[in-house]
């Protein structure tokens, strides 16, 4: 169940998003200028809040991969562990994949193509975008609680994490 952004408890939302370089590794400059977009686009707006938590955000959360499974690190401000989630990447690679695909077609076709195929690209890529979205959602089920359009921003960041430049 997602909690409307309206009705969320005040303090359900990140305030900071940390990568692991660790496990995720730099990026070149157009890759790390990706993923601190992401970053910034998600604390900019977000819905975030772990099942069960008896505290009160704001969270910080820290993103690292292992063992292809993304690590989702959630804790207070001050530092306390909340949760931490393991979740496979597996159930993302196709949508990952075929997001990539329509977004290099997508750069391709604003270079050369008419605005109507342009748009019919675009719309192919924010309904990739949303399947992904509500792929995040479910697999957060029953143990974070996000909003649409929060979901749709993390996935966004599992994208740029993915990112080769």
């Known amino acids: 169940m997602t909690v409307p952004r309206e009705t969320a ?19 070149g400059a157009d890759v790390e200028h ?37 690590v989702l690190d959630v804790r207070r401000e001050a530092g306390d562990a909340v949760v931490q989630h393991h979740l496979s990447l597996t159930p993302f690679r196709k949508v990952v994949k075929d997001y990539f695909l329509v977004c290099e077609s997508y750069y391709q076709a604003i270079r050369t193509a008419s605005p109507t195929q342009i748009e019919a690209i675009d719309m192919g890529r924010r309904g990739l975008h949303n399947e992904g979205s509500d792929l995040l959602r479910e697999r ?10 929060t979901a749709r921003r993390l996935f966004t960041l599992i994208c740029a994490l993915h990112w080769r430049g």
Request: glycine fraction near 10%; proline fraction near 6%.
């Open 9 to 27: 408890k005040p303090g359900c939302r990140l305030s900071a998003v940390t990568l692991d370089e660790a496990s995720i590794g730099r990026g």
């Open 140 to 149: 957060l089920k029953d143990k974070i609680e996000v909003d649409f359009d």
């Open 34 to 70: 990706e993923r601190a977009t992401a970053i910034y686009d998600l604390l900019e707006d977000n819905a975030f809040e772990p099942v069960n938590d008896p505290g009160e955000g704001p969270y910080i959360l820290h993103i690292g991969l292992a063992e292809n499974r993304l």
